[in-house]
């Protein structure tokens, strides 16, 4: 599904991950230290069940908090938008789509890709280790980019500079590079604000050998891409920048590169971008896990490579699953990342056009169990799981005692998505769980019979 219009045209769902901060921080990129809200198309993908089940089960009127809300990040719909309500903007947005799709040139097996410094080791004297982005973007050449022509740029200045000796990452080179160059793909690492994305380079030391941003700040942070950089659309790119802020979806009075990158005449360097709308939270299974999961989607998925759309939504599915953090910041990085550009759209171009078409879900390598609906129930509630390759599965519900007291499934199932529904007339009003097994696997999770 392509949505056509920008976010007061059509809304984004507000979401709120952190269920202690509802703040609103819309059209001021300088509130987001603390504002909650995270604007998402996700919500419009994730059709599972209705609201008062999903994404607003405690029934407060904040969609997704994390803990209080229950949506399963199952896509049944693959979203993208063009972000904007300009005529002028959205018919060049869908031409300059159309003529990537219909051109399958070698060059969109090029990759470029930066990696610049997102904290320095025991930055502020807070211990923590250093969070280089050419770390990541070498992990994904090295596991995923085999055969492809890669351009990489890393931070070499400064007092502690990139472990990998790429070239030199500055506006001059990454932008001249873009432009010049022909890249299906393009990849980069770094801090970001709705305006532009930057590096962070520790210029100088006061002489404690310890990196700080205040008191004193030894810090420079030149822009490497911006709203005022010189770029052309001839050969456009399917971007990842984790960064934050790159896809603000609100007019602000600083600019909207993520919009500008997509329907922006002349300017317009990528023909799909994924980008934060609001902060990314980096981390083991966080943004990070986040770019690497799509490149390995688009790339190379479990079916072979995907359109955009799938990439997206089936990489944020596995990572909503697979890295747990105990943290409202796992929901925060599900909604923030979302799809400027037709979800449809394929890397490798397709000269004959067609539309989205019903091939089912690429599946993680896993099994999953969604959670009940509707929960609490009376009577009849429904059970959806995923499995990533055919099986024998059991699913059964047992009581508080740990007493079995009904099989749903015991049989060979095909890999997929399956529900069944289960009848309880015959129980009594009480708490149940329900388990998954599929060979080694198990998961179990709980519902309420009310009567």
């Known amino acids: 599904m392509l949505l056509v219009g920008d976010i007061a045209t059509i809304p984004m769902r507000y979401c709120y991950p952190n269920p202690d901060n509802h703040a609103n921080g819309a059209g001021d990129p300088s509130s987001w230290p603390w504002s909650g809200d995270v604007p998402t198309d996700y919500y419009y993908a994730d059709l599972s069940a209705p609201d008062y089940l999903s994404w607003d089960s405690d029934g407060d009127g904040f969609r997704g908090e994390y803990g209080q809300d229950t949506p399963d990040f199952l896509a049944e719909v693959y979203v993208g938008r063009i972000p904007t309500s300009n005529t002028n903007r959205i018919t060049y947005a869908l031409n300059k789509l159309a003529a990537y799709e219909m051109n399958t040139g070698d060059w969109k097996n090029r990759v470029l890709n930066a990696g610049a410094i997102a904290f320095y080791a025991n930055e502020n004297h807070s211990g923590r280790d250093l969070v280089d982005g050419a770390v990541l973007m070498n992990q994904i050449e090295t596991d995923i980019m085999n055969g492809m022509t890669v351009t990489h740029y890393s931070e070499r200045q400064g007092l502690a500079p990139s472990v990998h000796n790429w070239l030199a990452l500055s506006e001059a080179a990454f932008i001249g590079d873009w432009r010049n160059g022909r890249y299906g793909m ?72 993520g919009i500008d990158l997509l329907t922006k005449p002349s300017f317009g360097a990528s023909a799909g971008i994924v980008s934060g709308t609001r902060l990314v939270w980096v981390s083991t299974g966080g943004g990070e896990q986040h770019c690497y999961e799509f490149n390995h989607y688009l790339l190379n998925g479990p079916g072979g490579p995907e359109k955009v759309g799938e990439a997206l939504y089936n990489s944020e599915f596995y990572c909503s ?53 509707p929960n609490p129930f009376n009577a009849r509630t429904i059970v959806k799981f995923v499995l990533p390759e055919p099986q024998n599965v059991q699913l059964a519900i047992y009581d508080l005692l740990g007493r079995q007291v009904e099989t749903l499934i015991d049989d060979y199932r095909q890999a997929g998505v399956h529900t069944v529904t289960f009848d309880a007339s015959k129980l009594s009003s009480g708490v149940y769980f329900y388990r998954l097994r599929a060979g080694d696997m198990a998961e179990t999770r709980k519902m309420i019979l009310l009567k």
């Open 186 to 257: 393009v990849n980069w690492y770094a801090h970001g604000w709705s305006s532009g994305v930057a590096q962070k380079i520790w210029s100088w030391d006061d002489g404690d050998g310890i990196p700080e941003t205040n008191d004193p700040n030894e810090m420079w942070w030149p822009d490497f891409i911006s709203i005022n950089s010189n770029l052309d659309d001839d050969y456009p790119s399917i971007l990842f920048a984790l960064s934050c802020m790159v896809g603000y979806p609100e007019p602000n009075a600083w600019g909207n590169l």
């Open 321 to 373: 699953y697979t890295y747990n953090w105990n943290h409202f910041a796992e929901y925060w990085d599900l909604f923030t990342f979302n799809l400027y550009g037709d979800p449809g759209l394929e890397r490798g171009g397709d000269s004959t056009i067609v539309g989205i078409d019903n091939s089912p879900i690429k599946l993680p390598n896993r099994i999953f169990l969604s959670r009940n609906y």
